[in-house]
């Protein structure tokens, strides 16, 4: 049995449930991740309570935070993931003030060309004559918050609209609630199942978005057995699936997350596309 996890309505921030995107509960002391590579804060994409992979006791009251980093570099983008275990008290943490800010105009207003022209001063926006402008068009990266406002009174100035992203990003824009839902992943060895397989499933859910999968082995996605640095192996908690979030250019791809059982080391391996 495969257990699939689709979006659905957002519960409260501050209860421990299956949630992706606003804000991670972290107990007081736990710090905001920051990359250890890029030393910037992480990007909050999803919490699981532990006890829902089956693979714990249902009172075990730990929460799993996936943290991606977001940063890019002369090398490309940072495919850092982190995984935080929480214990005790937790509580909804805001995201750090951020110091670097991408623009992005979000409407042109009445007149079009002046704001692509002020866009075209600002940053390096390739648009080519006679293609819709996408937007929200974004026309400055991780620019320090002086030049960021700048831009953005310009925009204002020229009749269009434009909004500042903390860069990298640190919260997803959206947040969804969890639903879990069984389904038969065609593994022998625990008898006849009465559950529709997978593909059925996606259909029957109809509208709603499956984020990604929990617990053990899937046919059809490649399982990591790495081993902890205790030398015992670690578990699958969740696979998630690529999704492109909503009225934002951040891009999540496909990423999986270990956890070892006896010592709580998680780690989240994250590939692109
Ligand atoms: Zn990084
Ligand atoms: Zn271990």
Same mark, same amino acid.
């Given at each position: 049995?495969?257990?699939?996890?689709?979006?659905?309505?957002?519960?409260?921030?501050?209860?421990?449930?299956?949630?992706?995107?606003?804000?991670?509960?972290?107990?007081?002391?736990?710090?905001? /991740?920051?990359?250890?590579?890029?030393?910037? +804060?992480?990007?909050? $994409?999803?919490?699981?309570?532990?006890?829902?992979? =089956?693979?714990?006791?249902?009172?075990?009251?730990?929460?799993?935070?996936?943290?991606?980093?977001?940063?890019?570099?002369?090398? &490309? /983008?940072?495919?850092? &993931?982190?995984?935080?275990?929480?214990?005790? %008290?937790?509580? +909804?943490?805001?995201?750090?003030?951020?110091?670097?800010?991408?623009?992005?105009?979000?409407?042109?207003?009445?007149?079009?060309? &002046?704001?692509?022209?002020?866009?075209?001063?600002?940053?390096?926006?390739?648009?080519?004559?006679?293609? %819709?402008?996408?937007?929200?068009?974004?026309?400055? $990266?991780?620019?320090?918050?002086?030049?960021?406002?700048?831009?953005?009174?310009?925009?204002?100035?020229?009749?269009?609209?434009?909004?500042?992203?903390?860069?990298?990003?640190?919260?997803?824009?959206?947040?969804?609630?969890?639903?879990?839902? /069984?389904?038969?992943?065609?593994? $022998?060895?625990?008898?006849?199942?009465?559950?529709? +397989?997978?593909?059925?499933?996606?259909? %029957?859910?109809?509208?709603?978005?499956?984020?990604?999968?929990?617990?053990?082995?899937?046919? &059809?996605?490649?399982?990591?057995?790495?081993?902890?640095?205790?030398?015992?192996?670690?578990?699958?908690?969740?696979?998630?699936?690529?999704?492109?979030?909503?009225?934002?250019?951040?891009?999540?791809?496909?990423?999986?997350?270990?956890?070892?059982?006896?010592? =709580?080391?998680? %780690?989240?391996?994250?590939?692109?596309?």
């Amino acid at each position: 049995m495969g257990i699939a996890w689709f979006d659905d309505d957002p519960p409260p921030m501050e209860v421990a449930a299956l949630r992706t995107g606003g804000l991670p509960l972290l107990t007081d002391d736990e710090p905001w /991740p920051s990359c250890p590579q890029c030393e910037v +804060p992480m990007l909050f $994409r999803a919490q699981v309570p532990l006890a829902l992979t =089956s693979l714990v006791a249902c009172d075990d009251e730990r929460l799993i935070l996936l943290f991606e980093c977001h940063h890019t570099t002369e090398r &490309g /983008p940072c495919d850092v &993931g982190s995984v935080v275990v929480t214990r005790g %008290a937790v509580a +909804p943490k805001p995201a750090p003030s951020a110091t670097t800010f991408d623009v992005a105009i979000t409407a042109l207003g009445p007149r079009p060309f &002046g704001v692509l022209e002020i866009a075209s001063q600002i940053g390096d926006v390739e648009l080519r004559a006679g293609s %819709a402008v996408p937007m929200p068009l974004v026309v400055l $990266r991780a620019a320090p918050s002086f030049l960021a406002e700048e831009a953005v009174r310009a925009i204002f100035g020229s009749g269009g609209d434009a909004v500042l992203r903390a860069s990298p990003p640190m919260l997803l824009r959206d947040h969804h609630g969890g639903l879990l839902v /069984p389904f038969d992943d065609g593994r $022998r060895g625990l008898g006849a199942t009465t559950l529709p +397989p997978l593909g059925q499933l996606t259909e %029957a859910v109809g509208q709603r978005t499956i984020r990604g999968l929990l617990g053990g082995a899937t046919p &059809g996605y490649r399982d990591h057995a790495f081993a902890c640095t205790c030398g015992r192996p670690t578990r699958t908690i969740v696979r998630l699936l690529a999704q492109q979030a909503p009225l934002s250019d951040v891009r999540l791809g496909p990423a999986v997350a270990q956890l070892c059982l006896q010592c =709580s080391k998680g %780690a989240l391996y994250r590939s692109a596309g």
